[in-house]
């Protein structure tokens, strides 16, 4: 088909709009037909070990608060292991980003490091691959990691909300509730010695503080998680919010030599 400049140019202009409508894919010849949940890969069944994940299921359903919290309680300790969880969030139903993502992001990186990292939730590159930070903002925060000689070698990487919202929306405070759970366990398994939890949403799930991450980043607080699991944690600014504002980096560099700085203390 031979077409002119102008009809070129109003293809570009439509094509331009709608990337900017948050299209991020053509429709392809098979789809994820997403009013149809039996049709989303799920994976269901082919990874799920235990019936802890039926059980989690069950107690979200649950409308006595009371009960609901101590089936969960229960259903979370008998996750022992990261293959544990990570069966239990492939199964689990309660969460509506599952009907629309490609796949659930879990982690990435070595689950022995002493850092663990805490993003937000998956973007578009992320939900393709199935990892977490491989994006451009991943490859900031590569970037950043490396300037205190850190790599996905010596960390380990995860998000608050394992499946990417739909158009990269920001989590709701309903959705980052829903999967607290999750996290606090997943940061319970891995025991890390600390752990950075990178932009507002990471930072307000885990230590449920109001207002900007401008007024507490780079300060150390700590988290308990049981008598003896205390761990320590700072907030930093997230790699996508330097990609829009990279005069904020400065910031940043001052959290990553104090975590530097933290990590030479621990391992002295
Ligand atoms: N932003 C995040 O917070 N997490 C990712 O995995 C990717 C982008």
Redesign the pocket.
């Known amino acids: 088909m031979k077409i002119n400049n102008n009809e070129l140019y109003q293809l570009i202009a439509k094509l331009d709009w709608q990337l900017n409508m948050g299209a991020e894919a053509m429709v392809e010849e098979e789809h994820n037909n997403y009013f149809n949940m039996e049709k989303v890969k799920t994976k269901k069944g082919e990874l799920s070990t235990s019936g802890i994940s039926q059980e989690i299921n069950n107690a979200y359903l649950q409308e006595d608060e009371k009960n609901k919290g101590k089936i969960l309680q229960e259903s979370f300790d008998k996750c022992l292991t990261l293959e544990d969880l990570k069966n239990c969030m492939l199964d689990f139903n309660g969460c509506d980003l599952k009907k629309t993502a490609t796949q659930l992001?879990f982690s990435d990186g070595n689950p022995n490091s002493n850092v663990m990292v805490i993003?937000?939730?998956?973007?578009a590159e992320?939900d393709r691959q199935g990892k977490?930070?491989c994006?451009a903002?991943?490859k900031l925060l590569d970037k950043m990691l490396a300037s205190i000689n850190l790599d996905r070698n010596t960390v380990y990487i995860t998000?608050v909300i394992p499946w990417r919202p739909p158009g990269n929306r920001a989590p709701t405070e309903n959705e980052i509730s829903l999967m607290k759970p999750f996290l606090m366990k997943h940061i319970e398994i891995v025991s890390p010695k600390m752990l950075v939890a990178?932009?507002g949403s990471a930072s307000k799930a885990i230590l449920n503080i109001e207002g900007g991450i401008l007024r507490y980043r780079g300060v150390w607080k700590e988290i308990r998680l049981s008598k003896s699991l205390v761990i320590p944690i700072i907030s930093t600014l997230?790699p996508?919010y330097l990609l829009r504002a990279p005069n904020q980096k400065k910031l940043a560099w001052e959290d990553l030599k104090s975590i530097r700085s933290k990590l030479q203390e621990l391992n002295d």
């Open positions: 992001v993003g937000e939730a998956p973007g992320e977490p930070f994006g903002s991943g998000n990178v932009g997230h996508a």
